[in-house]
């Protein structure tokens, strides 16, 4: 009888254990998504890019370097790299990749019906820019295209995070 009653005890310390473990994982999630809410409300994150996927056959990249577009409310700060074919070539060549800085912009914003946001940029004072199309799911991951006047377009995935203050 009392073996019984210890698987008994036991059962419902475990299940109590594992209730309160899940309602732990959905409460950090659900921070989380408030926290990449409250980002992208702002305008003000990062994009850290960690693939690309180049129009071109050339296979999917993984990214080693430190990537990234850092997004506030009056300036858009571009640093990625570029693989795929340019009509013209840059006149510096060390402005190889998507390097740039606008604070002449377009930013439209729209919420998904099943979570997340469509975010659509459209910088006036760059050369070879024209659009950058950023698609954010709840929990930061996003995905950017960006689409040039004189390349091929290309794609990076990668997340959203806070942006980091300077010292």
């Known amino acids: 009888m009392r073996s019984a009653h210890c698987r008994g005890m036991a059962a419902v310390i475990f299940l109590t254990t594992l209730f309160s ?4 994982a ?3 999630q659900d921070s989380k998504e408030l926290a990449i809410e409250k980002l992208i409300t702002a305008r003000s994150y990062v994009f850290k890019a960690q693939t690309v996927l180049p129009t071109s056959p050339t296979a999917n990249r993984q990214l080693s370097s430190d990537y990234d577009v850092k997004f506030s409310p009056d300036t858009i700060i571009s640093y990625l790299p570029y693989f795929g074919r340019a009509y ?4 510096d060549p060390t402005k190889g990749g998507i390097q740039f800085t ?3 912009f377009d930013y439209t914003q729209t919420a ?3 979570g997340g946001w469509d975010i659509v ?3 006036h004072d760059t050369q070879d820019t024209r659009l950058m199309s950023l698609s954010v799911s709840e929990t930061g991951y996003a995905s950017l295209q960006v689409i040039s006047n004189n390349r091929q377009p290309i794609t990076f995935n990668g997340y959203i995070t806070e942006k980091k203050t300077k010292r």
């Open 121 to 123: 940029i459209k910088p």
């Open 21 to 24: 473990n899940y309602l732990y």
């Open 88 to 91: 013209n070539a840059p006149m």
């Open 112 to 114: 998904r019906k099943k």
């Open 26 to 28: 959905q409460t950090k």
């Open 102 to 104: 606008s604070t002449k």
